[in-house]
Nanobody
Framework: VQLVESGGGSVEAGGSLKLSCVAS????????MSWFRQAPGREREWLSH???????LYADAVKGRFTNYRDDVKNTLYLEMNSLKWEDTAVYYC?????GGQGTQVSIGS
């Protein structure tokens, strides 16, 4: 199983980014997928989970600002992030079960 995140970068507070996670080696359409992040000196934080049926759960910290969705043809999970805040600065990871990617850095300028 391989998960590869991309789309991170540096934006100003209030801006937007869209992250992608391309999956291989699994039956993507049958898998629940999650996003996590880890900021320097902090614990890894769960952000969202997307079920195969398209239903989602979000952490309070990102609810209303972040949206996850999937393209089962492209085996890709997305995280659309709006109204970004300085405290959203972190490395963002996607996960499926025990499998995770290497992460993509998101940096928010104040």
């Amino acid at each position: 199983v391989q998960l590869v995140e991309s789309g991170g970068g540096s934006v100003e507070a209030g801006g937007s980014l869209k992250l992608s996670c391309v999956a291989s080696g699994l039956v993507f359409s049958s898998c629940g997928m999650s996003w996590f992040r880890q900021a320097p000196g902090r614990e890894r934080e769960w952000l969202s989970h997307l079920n195969p049926d398209g239903t989602s759960l979000y952490a309070d910290a990102v609810k209303g600002r972040f949206t996850n969705y999937r393209d089962d043809v492209k085996n890709t999970l997305y995280l659309e992030m709006n109204s970004l805040k300085w405290e959203d600065t972190a490395v963002y990871y996607c996960k499926s079960g025990v499998h995770g990617g290497q992460g993509t850095q998101v940096s928010i300028g104040s």
